[in-house]
């Protein structure tokens, strides 16, 4: 009886000990094994700080993730993050389903543009979102982001600038159809400051359309021209020294067309009148712009004021909605008018 107890007592102290040893090296092999996952991505790497791993929570953690670009010829990465947790959504099994959700604080994502195009960042590879799931082999059901930055650089442009939106949240639900919605199923919020204005976000999506299918609305409020004027320099040759910008859009896109509108909202411009001299282009661009202030000022508000129609065709069914969402801001040309909502396009595109 003894030696039968002694058995069982020393296999299960085998045990133990072997479950003690994978847990304190597993941290260890997590970080190797997604550090070489990542690392696949053509032209990038991934360094990873540390992985807390919590067995019964069904969920760990990935610390100090940094993915950047190689050669490292761009100061800031493409990707960074304080950590990143993975875990499965509890919530949803009340549904009968099996899936996860990721939570990422303080993460940023940086583009890059600069007047070579070697040193530019502002994609990547589509192999990333399968290195994501090799990681978390769960479908991921939500997706949400505490204190974020998206910034927009040119570390050799002429000027350089950073533009910045910051202290992000946002989430993004639904992305597996868990609750049974009709329509686009899937549903997404988000805010954030840039240079002192306020951002929201808002709308839906069918993430398993085969072309970008979405509805979505914006405002960006009392954003402070001045604090974008490097920016402003880079691309058109034009210094602000006052002004503030609000931007209001409603549009959505299905069956390859995109459609809606944006009002721009400029008051209280003012360009410098600069010394030096312009070319023809500069020069026909600046008398164009102070022509065009005139014509659509409020005087008694001081306030640059029109609509624009959002209407066209996506030519690549694979263009991300996120590009979509910022070639349609790019491009939305900056004017005045009263700053309100319409809610006058239709959800069924």
């Known amino acids: 009886m003894r030696t039968h107890f002694k058995i069982v007592y020393g296999f299960l102290l085998i045990i133990l000990l072997t479950l003690a040893i994978v847990r304190i090296c597993l941290p260890s092999l997590l970080i190797y094994y997604a550090e070489k996952k990542i690392n696949r991505i053509p032209g990038y790497q991934v360094t990873i700080h540390d992985i807390d791993v919590h067995l019964l929570a069904g969920s760990y953690t990935i610390k100090g993730l940094a993915l950047k670009k190689v050669p490292e010829i761009i100061p800031v990465p493409f990707f960074a993050a304080k950590d990143i947790i993975l875990s499965v959504q509890w919530k949803a099994l009340l549904h009968g389903s099996f899936v996860g959700k990721i939570h990422t604080n303080d993460p940023e994502l940086n583009f890059v543009v600069e007047p070579n195009s070697r040193n530019q960042q502002l994609s990547i590879n589509e192999e990333w979102q399968q290195a994501v799931k090799s990681l978390f082999p769960v479908n991921i059901n939500q997706f949400t982001v505490k204190n974020g930055t998206i910034a927009l650089h040119s570390f050799q442009g002429n000027p350089p600038f950073s533009l910045k939106l910051n202290n992000i949240d946002f989430s993004l639900d639904n992305l597996q159809k868990v609750e049974n919605i009709e329509g686009l199923f899937s549903t997404f919020k988000g805010k954030g400051v840039i240079n002192q204005g306020t951002f929201t976000i808002s709308g839906r999506l069918d993430p398993f359309a085969e072309e970008p299918t ?89 306030t640059l004021a029109t609509k624009i129609k959002i209407e066209g065709n996506i030519e690549d069914p694979k263009t991300s909605i996120l590009s979509i969402i910022g070639y349609v801001f790019k491009h939305a040309f900056i004017q005045a008018l009263l700053p309100q909502l319409d809610h006058s396009v239709n959800p069924s595109v």
């Open 214 to 302: 979405f509805m979505m609305n914006s405002t960006l409020k009392s954003m402070q021209i001045k604090g974008a004027n490097n920016f402003l320099r880079h691309f058109i040759s034009l210094d602000v020294t006052d002004g503030q910008f609000s931007l209001f859009s409603e549009f959505g896109a299905k069956n390859g067309k995109i459609r809606g509108y944006a009002k721009p909202i400029i008051k209280k411009l003012k360009i410098l009148n600069p010394k030096e001299q312009l070319n023809p282009v500069e020069f026909l661009y600046k008398g164009a712009l102070e022509i065009g202030a005139k014509i659509f000022t409020n005087h008694n508000k001081k």
